[in-house]
């Protein structure tokens, strides 16, 4: 049974879903002004291996991730959300291109970037600009029921009137009072109030029609009109990196409880920070890795999926190009047991073959994953399946590949790595035929030559007792 870290009861929970068998799952997606980094997809990450778990484990998820593509309120450091620049129409006034078309060409950037590192496309990308109506209704109704206030075509949610403001990431309003640094806005009661709408500046390039002002929501009502939307009142699990916990996901909690008087979300999975050379990635430090850097060093997205993999998602993972090095070898060497498989024939004599026992590590594989989906864990049950896999079939005593092979796959799937089977080319192939020959003849001399000339191609050849050899990259 899955047991996850909930950010909103500070302890590890056994999973359970409010219709059996089902799971709805939220994660808030990217603002579409610039490139997604790789701390970001850490966090995509998580969302994706936890529904591969849960489908693993027979649930039937339903996943939506939003694309934010209005205002400019999820760069790391607005402390607030209310105020600076909207990023996307100062990118298109930059590039001299629409709002519409940066947001598009940022969205596809995206979901190209997701395909690659085989992150699971979410059932739906409902983007904020098609849901002013769904947003302005839900203003209307917490204005009706006098939680936010209007001044000048601005609105703002008065926390003062959520007594449970601040029960996810701690910053009650007595804990606000003595240390947020918020912005300040002259409209706003408290300066810990958050803004629902903006009446938007003369020059704002992208703004709506509403009851207040020509203007435009603030972020966090974005993602309480989709969930709201798409999986309605309460969901199960909503996923985001830690520095969406405030004040974005807490402000989420207050308008949409507001709202609804249901309780929003069951489990809230927060990823934490990717680090570089020990400081958080971020746009705002300037020290940060888009998947082109990774793949211009040579690197493949599989290697940098590994990568993000290797530490649990409530830990911090130092970012370094030894990681990515140590990733590649680990792949390397699951692909090539992998490959094995398929061209591994035992020689002997039926009686002698042992069925290698799977179950051991299926349970071990399972347990790692239910323990808040521990993937360094994990993968680590995958290498040892290989290491032990080998060994055998080394000496011509598996048994049953073809069940070693559909294991294999099942844990590849969950955390969604895509296996290769690599063909080895027809040279090298007689090159080793002819070295077994004058193996056969104890030539040892010329054995030698041609294992360095395969070498050479990029192969290693190794010998197995019963005069038979395996091919492997090198
Ligand atoms: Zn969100």
Excluded at 213 to 222: A, C, D, V
Excluded at 281 to 289: A, D, E, G, P, T
Excluded at 330 to 358: C, G, H, M, R, V
Aim: hydrophobic residues 35%; negative net charge; charged residues 30%.
């Amino acid at each position: 049974m899955l047991k996850i870290y909930n950010t909103l009861t500070k302890k590890k929970e056994q999973f359970k879903p409010i219709n059996e068998g089902k799971v709805s799952l939220y994660t808030c997606g990217p603002t579409v002004y610039d490139f997604v980094h790789l701390g970001n997809f850490k966090s995509y990450l998580t969302a994706d291996i936890l529904r591969r778990y849960l489908e693993y484990s027979g649930y039937e998820v339903r996943h939506i991730k939003n694309i934010t593509d209005v205002g400019h309120l999820t760069e790391d450091d607005i402390a607030q959300g209310d105020s600076g620049e909207d990023k996307i129409a100062q990118k298109a006034l930059s590039e001299k291109k629409t709002p519409k078309e940066v947001a598009d060409f940022y969205e596809e950037y995206f979901k190209a970037a997701e395909k690659k590192l085989n992150i699971l496309p979410a059932h739906y990308f409902p983007r904020a600009t098609a849901h002013i109506p769904q947003m302005i209704k839900i203003i209307e109704k917490l204005l009706e029921k006098g939680l936010a206030y209007e001044k000048n075509g601005n609105v703002f949610f008065d926390v003062t009137k959520f007594p449970e403001y601040g029960k996810l990431s701690g910053n009650t309003l007595k804990n606000l009072k003595v240390g947020a640094r918020l912005e300040e806005h002259p409209d706003k009661k408290n300066p810990w109030d958050f803004a629902l709408w903006l009446k938007a500046p003369k020059v704002h390039l992208m703004k709506f029609s509403s009851p207040w002002s020509l203007g435009y929501p603030g972020w966090h009502i974005e993602c309480t009109a989709m969930s709201l939307e798409y999986l309605g009142e309460t969901i199960d699990i909503h996923t985001g990196g830690e520095d969406n916990i405030f004040p974005h996901h807490e402000a989420e909690i207050a308008q949409s409880e507001s709202y609804t008087g249901q309780k929003f979300v069951n489990f809230w999975v927060h990823t934490r920070f990717l680090l570089v050379d020990g400081e958080k990635m971020s746009k705002s430090k300037h020290n940060f890795y888009k998947l082109e850097d990774v793949l211009g060093k040579g690197f493949s997205p599989m290697e940098l999926r590994l990568a993000l993999l290797s530490s649990q998602h409530c830990n911090q993972l130092n970012f370094s190009w030894n990681l990515l090095s140590q990733s590649r070898a680990n792949l390397e060497s699951i692909n090539d047991f992998y490959t094995q498989l398929f061209a591994y024939e035992p020689k002997i004599e039926e009686a002698k073959l042992a069925n290698f026992t799977l179950d051991a590590y299926k349970q071990e594989f399972t347990a790692a994953m239910d323990d808040d989906l521990n993937t360094p864990k994990a993968l680590a049950v995958i290498l040892k399946l290989v290491s032990d896999g080998n060994k055998m079939m080394a000496e011509k005593l598996l048994g049953n590949p073809a069940e070693v092979k559909l294991l294999l796959e099942d844990f590849a799937q969950v955390l969604g790595l895509i296996l290769e089977k690599r063909e080895i080319p027809e040279e090298i192939k007689q090159l080793a035929e002819e070295r077994k020959k004058v193996r056969e003849n104890k030539d040892f001399a010329s054995s030698d030559d041609l294992r360095q000339k395969i070498e050479k191609l990029g192969y290693l050849v190794e010998d197995s007792k019963d005069g038979e050899y395996i091919i492997k990259k090198k």
